[in-house]
């Protein structure tokens, strides 16, 4: 099933959200928590494929704050959620019909005691769908949107790929629905992909040599080409909330001008500000430049 951005990004906090709330807006003094994040940039890449440069390329507007990798930190936070909304439906929880119960305590103890006298109920929560996806996006908000509205907080991830952190047998579906729950974590949220031009070995050696394994070069570079049709593909479907970035562009003099202008301007941000793709440290191309 898939996720329903809209879903969280139009829900209605309930009442009994209010100690969270509270518990949030202690944290910091920002009234931006209270409703999430507003703008963030998530950049999926395959590795060695220009990621850390495009994300300090990010990093060079004063506005953006572009964090690192996390070892799929979010794609657990997207398991939690799955599994949170599942118990719902669990066995035993069918006796239970909350929206009538309401949130309030003292009914949710009086609809538990009475069931409990007769069934076991091992799966027992009281969990509204509305409030997990509120929990989940106060997780984000807490660790990367706490700098308020203005800023543009973000990740970058070289895990988000099929076979590695997507299932391998069904990387469309599970890409699909990790996009989908992403899109649901902050008011505006918009993805780049980024890989190398060509999915084949020979481009994606270094990558290659990432994994400690040289026996599955066909299976690597089917993966890599699944991972790169899914990106191209939804990123040409969605054109207004995902953009490709190819690493060539980005170390090509030619075009890595007309790269960054394209990138502000799809991100909404002024042309003109200065960033480049090479401020970075140990940069080598390992390609022929023209
Ligand atoms: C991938 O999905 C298939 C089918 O749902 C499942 O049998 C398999 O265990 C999954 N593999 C991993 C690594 O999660
Ligand atoms: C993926 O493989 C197909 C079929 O072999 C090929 O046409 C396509 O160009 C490949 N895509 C990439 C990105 O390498
Ligand atoms: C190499 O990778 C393949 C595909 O992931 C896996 O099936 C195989 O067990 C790995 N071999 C070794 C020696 O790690
Ligand atoms: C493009 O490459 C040239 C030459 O390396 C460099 O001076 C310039 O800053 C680069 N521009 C961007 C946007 O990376």
Not at 214 to 219: E, G, K, N, R
Not at 255 to 260: H, I, V
């Amino acid at each position: 099933m898939l996720f329903s951005a809209s879903r969280l990004r139009h829900t209605n906090l309930l009442p009994a959200t209010a100690c969270l709330l509270c518990f949030l807006s202690c944290l910091s003094s920002s009234a931006e928590l209270l409703i999430g994040s507003q703008k963030c940039v998530f950049i999926f890449a395959t590795g060695r494929s220009g990621s850390t440069s495009l994300m300090d390329a990010l990093n060079q507007i004063p506005h953006y704050l572009i964090r690192g990798e996390t070892w799929v930190a979010h794609g657990n936070l997207f398991s939690a959620y799955q599994h949170l909304r599942e118990a719902r439906t669990s066995p035993g929880q069918e006796f239970f019909h909350f929206a009538k119960i309401r949130e309030r305590f003292k009914d949710v103890k009086l609809a538990y005691g009475k069931r409990a006298e007769t069934t076991r109920l091992p799966f027992f929560n009281e969990f509204s769908e509305d409030r997990v996806l509120l929990a989940t996006r106060a997780y984000y908000t807490v660790l990367y949107g706490h700098y308020g509205k203005d800023v543009v907080s973000g990740f970058k991830e070289i895990r988000y790929v099929c076979g590695v952190y997507f299932n391998q047998t069904r990387c469309d579906e599970h890409f699909q629905e990790f996009v989908g729950f992403l899109r649901g974590m902050c008011h505006d949220v918009k993805f780049l992909f980024n890989t190398r031009l060509s999915a084949s070995l020979e481009s994606n050696i270094k990558r290659f040599q990432m994994f400690d394994n040289v026996t599955f070069a066909t299976d690597f570079t089917h993966l890599l080409n699944k991972t790169h049709t899914l990106y191209d593909n939804y990123a040409m479907q969605h054109s207004d909330h995902a953009f490709r970035v190819y690493m060539e562009d980005m170390f090509n003099i030619e075009r890595n001008a007309t790269l960054a202008r394209n990138l502000l301007q799809f991100l909404g941000e002024d042309t003109s500000i200065p960033i480049r793709f090479n401020r970075m440290p140990g940069w080598q191309p390992s390609y022929p430049t023209p």
